[in-house]
């Protein structure tokens, strides 16, 4: 994790989740991570629908130059990518897993800013597959992020993260987060999209 917004949101989802898989939609106060607000967003999990936004802080807005309620997260990517986002977003809420993503967003005159993307599981409700919080934020922000729209976002990297355990079913919570030993990574990748994901920890 590169981003200050992404470190400070993992940190703070999980210790909501306590020795839950993932928190309640409900358990989110907005005032606790007010500094990185603008930085965070809300999906609805309905991959038919193309999960749209439920909320979208404002600095994201900012970034993209329009309000992003309602508007379908995967249009945001193109061809490939659009095949990774589903296949981490389906992750995320099957396994309950984290996905923290490197994108490049560019603007129609060319200018270019690293970004960081993260996506975590929410219960609604008490349904597993209903919501996903998420944060999109630079790396390092450029004086003119903001005032020029990013028009086009280009996946560079991505990350799977189990802080409950592989595989591990949303109503099996785990105490405390498992991550595996650095010799038992061999031969555990698997293909998402265009990435090869290999399991791991914090």
């Given amino acids: 994790m590169k981003a200050v917004t992404t470190k400070e949101l993992f940190g703070y989802w999980n210790r909501l989740r306590g020795a839950r898989a993932a928190p309640e939609r409900s358990d989110v106060d907005p005032g606790q991570i007010r500094s990185i607000l603008g930085d965070t967003f809300i ?6 629908a193309g999960y749209p936004f439920r909320l979208s802080g404002s600095r994201i807005c900012a970034v993209t130059g329009h309000e992003m309620r309602d508007e379908q997260f995967l249009s945001l990517w193109r061809g490939p990518d659009r095949a990774t986002l589903l296949g981490a977003l389906e992750t995320v809420s099957d396994d309950a897993a984290v996905a923290v993503l490197g ?10 800013v690293d970004l960081e993307l993260a996506l975590l599981p929410l219960r609604h409700r008490g349904r597993t597959h209903a919501r996903i919080l998420g944060s999109l934020a630079p790396v390092e922000t450029p004086y003119w992020l903001g005032a020029c729209p990013v028009t086009r976002f280009e996946l560079s990297s991505l990350r799977m993260i189990w802080p409950s355990g592989r595989n591990r079913s949303f109503s099996d919570p785990s105490p405390e987060p498992v991550a595996p030993a650095p010799h038992t990574l061999a ?16």
């Fill in 43 to 48: 999906l609805e999990a309905d991959g038919s």
């Fill in 103 to 112: 994108a490049q967003g560019s603007t129609d005159l060319g200018r270019k």
């Fill in 187 to 202: 031969g555990l990748g698997r293909r998402i999209g265009r990435f090869l994901v290999f399991d791991g920890g914090r």
